[in-house]
């Protein structure tokens, strides 16, 4: 197991790495997680210190439950 960095997100344990630094204004994400709750709160302290604004949406995509995010 590879470990967990101050930017990646672990809402269900597994490790999710995000590009932050190619992730740009109008551009979207899709978490896959049960833990939705936990996704979003580690998303919004990392986003929050990382000056990113964004909003966000519980969703079921291609029959996988998870949160997709969108940087504003």
């Known amino acids: 197991?590879?470990?967990?960095?101050?930017?990646?997100?672990?809402p269900d344990g597994i490790r999710v790495v995000i590009e932050w630094d190619i992730w740009e204004p109008g551009m979207s994400i899709?978490?896959?997680?049960?833990?939705?709750?936990?996704?979003?709160k580690q998303m919004k302290?990392?986003?929050?210190?990382?000056?990113?604004?964004?909003?966000?949406?519980i969703v079921v995509e291609d029959g996988i439950f998870g949160v997709r995010f969108w940087r504003r």
């Not at 197991?1 to 672990?10: F, G, P």
């Not at 302290?45 to 949406?57: E, V």
């Open 30 to 40: 899709f978490v896959p997680c049960i833990a939705t709750k936990r996704a979003l």
């Open 1 to 10: 197991m590879q470990a967990i960095r101050e930017d990646d997100l672990y």
């Open 45 to 57: 302290a990392i986003a929050f210190r990382k000056n990113i604004a964004m909003t966000h949406d």
